[in-house]
């Protein structure tokens, strides 16, 4: 019971005003029922609006899936798009170029390398990346078979498959040497026809590394030198066989002209032959030239047929020197 005399009492108690009983307090704010729905419809109008309009990135498609349908077989492609309000659902889809790779020390979201066995048994072990893209006109259908989840669900599973079965089919020397090309092939086509059925475009496939066992690696090493060898012995042979043919050519061909030369020479010395025998003038002819200029000869064109020698014609006709007389004896 409080005392109406404590004053103390009276002036600890707080005092709360009624606004609405107190003319001196600010008025109440009134919002009247029509700018409430105002408010309420523009607010609505929003909602509506940011759900019917969808916006799909450069290099995606959307794919619709609609609550009373289900998914629509037209992909949205980049741009501006309208939907029907909290029944239409838009899926993006990455359609550019994307890449899984499967090697040892792969990224995060990657798996391991590829374990496989060749031709003769031998472990291959195998980084692989794949390039690829989805089908855009199918995207629809990629989603309504696979799903977001299709690399892992497909696409992973059939580029391990795809690439023991195509290792298989190799002997592991052929493969760390010149049968890496037709392995990428293989592997392409068989990948190709899959990724097909499931409305994948496969790009490239890329064999980063192969790795066989340390000692088969050694052995094929030794092999392949001594093979080497092998061939450069044998291109010295050939080259020994080549340079030994061209000698036996060359010698042909000498002994050929050789011959020919010969036989030009008789024919030349028989022709000469019938010619000296023919005209016997010719002879004295050749027995001048071959005298002059060292011998003084003068050739007399008479029927004698002689040569006259000018020297002793000289000291024949040159007169003999007289011996001095003797003087006469007195008496006499």
């Not at 239409?88 to 359609?95: E, F, G, S």
């Not at 995207?139 to 580029?159: C, E, F, M, S, W």
């Not at 030198?225 to 450069?232: F, L, N, R, S």
Request: net charge positive; aromatic share 4%; proline share 7%.
């Amino acid at each position: 019971m409080t005392n109406p005399g404590d004053g103390r009492n009276r002036d600890s108690t707080p005092h709360i005003t009624n606004p609405v009983n107190n003319p001196s307090g600010p008025p109440p704010v009134r919002i009247s029922p029509r700018l409430g729905w105002i408010i309420g419809g523009v607010v609505v109008a929003g909602l509506i609006v940011s759900q019917s309009v969808r916006v799909i990135p450069a290099g995606f498609v959307g794919v619709v899936f609609s609550a009373l349908s289900g998914v629509k077989p037209n992909p949205l492609e980049a741009g501006l798009h309208f939907v029907v309000p909290f029944v239409d659902q838009v899926n993006l889809y990455d359609a550019r170029l994307q890449e899984v790779t499967l090697a040892q020390n792969a990224a995060q979201n990657d798996e391991g390398s590829i374990r496989a066995r060749s031709k003769e048994g031998l472990d291959i072990t195998a980084d692989v990346t794949v390039q690829f893209r989805i089908d855009r006109s199918k995207a629809a259908i990629l989603h309504k078979d696979l799903g977001r989840n299709y690399i892992n669900t497909v696409l992973r599973p059939q580029l391990r498959s795809k690439v023991r079965d195509s290792i298989g089919q190799f002997g592991a020397a052929d493969l760390i040497s010149n049968q890496r090309t037709q392995l990428e092939a293989s592997i392409t086509t068989e990948l190709q026809k899959s990724f097909a059925r499931n409305n994948l475009i496969l790009d490239a496939i890329l064999l980063r590394e192969l790795k066989i066992p340390e000692s088969v690696a050694q052995a094929i090493e030794q092999k392949q030198t001594a093979e080497q060898q092998v061939a450069v012995e044998r291109n010295r042979l050939q080259q020994a066989e080549i340079s030994a043919q061209r000698d036996v050519v060359q010698a042909e061909g000498k002994a050929k002209a050789a011959i020919e030369t010969a036989k030009g020479e008789a024919e030349a010395l028989s022709l000469r032959g019938r010619a000296l025998k023919e005209n016997p003038q010719l002879i004295q002819l050749t027995v001048a030239e071959r005298l002059a200029p060292g011998v003084q000869t003068i050739m007399l064109p008479s029927d004698g047929n002689f040569l006259l020698d000018l020297k002793s014609l000289g000291t024949q006709t040159q007169p003999t020197p007289q011996q001095p007389t003797a003087p006469a004896k007195p008496g006499n």
